[in-house]
């Protein structure tokens, strides 16, 4: 089975080409999605012991505890260390049941995989991208976003460029959907001669 890791930093279109690849056959496990039901479930009590506050009527309250790093940027590494780890368990069961169903290929959608040295246990990497006007704009748009949130989330992320250099293929999303369902498309039909080993170097025996 081949591992696809998608990624890109934010407001670059990840969800629509994740969709694509859905439409497609193609299984994908979004992490974000992942943290979402983690904010419910499993995270919220070491999450509520670190940020104390950051609870709600059992779930974790993201404006409270985006509050909290935005005051104290170290506490990052903290909540990371609390939700990676449960999010590779989740990712790990995904992956075992796309094996087991027979897959020929699986996506991994994960917003900081380059930041974290995810791409080495995938077989390979699509980073979304797209201008960085197009981004600033998408990104403000969404309900709660301010300036000073948003450049704290593109300082912590991989420049655009960088991901760019290192993936093995490129989406444009700033572009008409036509042409990025496309492009899309041109990577599936690519891919769909290539034999994977990730699967059972990384994540059989997780």
Do not use: N
């Not at 995904?94 to 020929?104: D, P, S």
Request: hydrophobic fraction near 45%; glycine fraction near 8%; include cysteine.
């Amino acid at each position: 089975m081949l591992i696809i890791g998608l990624t890109g930093s934010i407001g670059m279109g990840k969800s629509t080409v994740a969709k694509r690849f859905s439409e497609r056959g193609i299984g994908v496990c979004d992490a974000d999605a992942l943290v979402h039901e983690l904010y419910k479930g499993a995270a919220t009590a070491p999450i509520e012991a670190a940020f104390p506050g950051a609870v709600i009527d059992g779930q974790v309250d993201r404006g409270r505890l985006s509050a909290a790093l935005m005051a104290a940027p170290e506490g990052f590494k903290v909540l990371e260390g609390i939700v990676h780890p449960l999010v590779k368990a989740a990712e790990v069961d995904f992956l075992r049941r796309e094996a087991e169903a027979g897959a020929r290929c699986a996506v991994l959608e994960v917003p900081l995989l380059m930041e974290t040295h995810g791409e080495a246990r995938m077989d390979v990497t699509v980073v979304v991208s797209a201008p960085a006007d197009v981004q600033r704009t998408r990104v403000l748009e969404r309900p709660g976003m301010t300036v000073e949130k948003f450049e704290q989330i593109v300082e912590r992320q991989m420049p655009d460029e960088e991901k760019r250099r290192r993936a093995d293929f490129v989406v444009d999303t700033g572009q008409d959907l036509a042409a990025t369902i496309a492009e899309v498309d041109d990577i599936i039909d690519a891919l769909s001669i290539r034999q994977g080993s990730a699967y059972q170097r990384y994540w059989a025996t997780a």
